[in-house]
């Protein structure tokens, strides 16, 4: 048995790391062509899955994803082999959902992914009725609402209004320090940017619970693991003009108003986070639109380890944000049901307002409550044993986007065997 040496203080334990180990090597033994092979393989793979992981969560993430790819690699024969070689072939559900996998955070007893085209068309409009999000909890998870008196504004309820500052006088997003801005919005000291780009999340400690960013686990107020050129602001909450709003359309024969998934990512602009790709899917999970969108400001920041979009997208895109909701508003009409994750922050981006809406940060709510809410990587991985987002180039908005669907169909199939 090839055992992990001991590391005092590592960010991951031993003893997790031997397990995923122990389990790389038995599914390297069933392709590779010798014993010492097999083992060297596995420890390579191992070691890859620590060097990129700044703490254990993030380890039993790529460690899962990397047992996934080794399956992969194993004959279909895998069944026969095992017969003839005398090993027990584990399934992956077993490894992961029982007792060799007892303390990862992965929950995977639940039954397995349903098939989209198992509910469709009028019949799942019917169905996801019964989900939408009540003017009560458009409002408080943040929803933009027409303004009552500015025509192409919009009003956010969970926004306190605040007296008006200096306007040459930010807030940076992402480290909270305040900066200044000339009359074009760029900054008017370099100046990096110290920030962690992961949430805060308690972990228990000897002697009590300490919150620690999921980053790289460092204590709370300590110093940002990671470093931009410069400041960057939110924006959309203080800027809300240029709004759109889906309209009524009448239907033919038996037609329903459609049903998409949506996902935008954003990149930091001298106005704050503004539009650079945006994707649609329906409920066949195909792409129906997705295109890279030339923002109206100039950029400063792609923000692309959680947006994926890169200078080069949009080197050659003149699709602006004003061509965006005209499509969108030919696509979809005020019936039309939109999927997403947290996708008040998505239509935000779009400058639409629309109120048909099936959220799957409130379909799946955190156990405390608004305004936490889970991740659409933890549900996937939770509900439907899938790792998503685990490119470090970045998010994909049309991997979002079909994630969101195929979670809402999950969870309306699931729904339906309590209720017959």
Partial sequence: MVIIPKEFGGKVPTVIRQRYLNLFIEECLKFCTSNQEAIEKALNEEK?????????????????????????????????????????????????????????????????????????GAALYSRLKEYLLTQDQLKENGYPFPHPERPGGAIIFTVEEKRPKDSSCRTCCRCGTEYLVSSSGRCVRDEECYYHWGRLRRSRVAGGWEAQYMCCSAAAGSVGCQVAK?????????????????????????????????????????????????????????????TFVKPDNAIVDYNTRFSGVTEADLADTSVTLRDVQAVLLSMFSADTILIGHSLESDLLALKVIHSTVVDTSVLFPHRLGLPYKRSLRNLMADYLRQIIQDNVDGHSSSEDAGACMHLVIWKVREDSKTKR
Wanted: hydrophobic share 35%; with cysteine.
């Fill in 48 to 120: 890859v899955a620590y060097d990129r992981s700044p703490s254990k969560n993030i380890y039993l993430n790529v460690a899962v994803n990397t047992l996934k790819k080794l399956r992969g690699l194993a004959p279909s024969t895998v069944s026969s082999l095992s017969k003839t070689s005398g090993r027990r072939v584990v399934s992956h559900e077993v490894v992961l959902g029982g007792r060799l996998a007892a303390k990862t955070s992965f929950s995977l007893s639940r039954p397995s992914s349903p098939r989209v085209e198992d509910l469709k």
């Fill in 230 to 290: 410069q400041h960057v602001q939110d924006g959309r909450k203080e800027r809300l003009e240029g709004f759109v709003k889906t309209f009524e359309k009448e239907l033919s024969g038996d037609a329903h108003p459609g049903i998409y998934a949506l996902d935008c990512e954003m990149s930091y602009t001298t106005y704050g986070l503004e539009l650079t790709r945006v994707t649609v899917v329906d409920t066949d999970v195909h792409v129906v639109y997705d």
